[in-house]
């Protein structure tokens, strides 16, 4: 089952502008990740956030956290063509001591030179 | 520093044919592996995941099934592929030690059922 869901879908913006994307999750989480993916390639790891964080910074990427709300947000700054890719999100969840991490759908990101 | 290969980067198959993915993982030990099936403009399903050798567990059932004849290797296979196991398959890997880790993915394979 989707344990994160990431809002919107698709987004289409003009490079320089700031792109959003959220994500829902429903459980209880160790930690939520952030990661991007490029069209036929593998996913590449972007940025960690504890649940006892609430906001991390990493160059022009912000992620905050809001455990009451269960929800998670991805903010990109100044955004540049080269960005335009899938954003996914993934929350931990542990089963019988393993961990398992659980994928929302993506948001796919267009950034439009 | 750790790599992470998966082979063949593409695959075409007929209805019925069998099937052998292969993940490896370098420079690290008793990793936790990770099969995920990708659908087109689609989020990751796990498929398999492991915490050891000989360790398999399954998510979703099907006619896949995964084994870990090593510590760092990981094979997903069928005996008769059909045509909704095609998409794109990755493999994953994180170290073994915690909640707060980060998974590593290879650069996935590409099945295509025909």
């Known amino acids: 089952s989707q344990q994160g869901e990431e809002d919107p879908q698709a987004l289409s913006i003009q490079e320089g502008e700031n792109a959003t994307m959220n994500c829902s999750y429903k459980?209880?989480?160790?930690?939520l990740q952030w990661y991007r993916q490029n069209s036929g390639r593998g996913l590449v790891h972007l940025i960690l956030?504890?649940?006892?964080?609430r906001e991390k910074h990493s160059g022009r990427l912000r992620v905050t956290l809001d455990t009451s709300k269960k929800s998670s947000s991805l903010l990109i700054t100044a955004s540049r063509a080269a960005d335009t890719a899938s954003y996914f999100c993934?929350?931990?969840?542990?089963?019988?001591?393993?961990?398992?991490?659980?994928f929302g759908r993506g948001t796919s990101l267009i950034v439009h030179p | 520093s750790q790599t992470i290969h998966q082979w063949p980067a593409t695959l075409v198959q007929p209805v019925g044919s069998p099937l052998s993915l292969e993940c490896t993982v370098e420079?690290?030990?008793?990793?936790?592996l990770y099969w995920y099936r990708q659908a087109a403009g689609r989020g990751l399903q796990l498929l398999f995941y492991?915490?050891?050798?000989?360790?398999i567990s399954s998510e979703v059932p099907q006619n896949l099934s995964a084994s870990r004849p090593q510590d760092r290797q990981f094979i997903l296979s069928s005996k008769k592929l059909l045509l909704s196991d095609s998409g794109f398959y990755l493999c994953?890997?994180?170290?073994?030690?915690?909640?707060?880790?980060?998974?590593?993915f290879g650069p996935g394979t590409r099945l295509l059922v025909l």
């Open positions: 492991s915490v050891g050798i000989g360790q």
């Open positions: 956030i504890r649940s006892n964080e």
């Open positions: 420079g690290t030990s008793n990793p936790n």
């Open positions: 993934a929350t931990d969840a542990t089963e019988g001591g393993s961990y398992i991490p659980t």
């Open positions: 459980t209880s989480i160790n930690n």
């Open positions: 994953a890997w994180r170290p073994g030690t915690g909640a707060w880790e980060t998974q590593y």
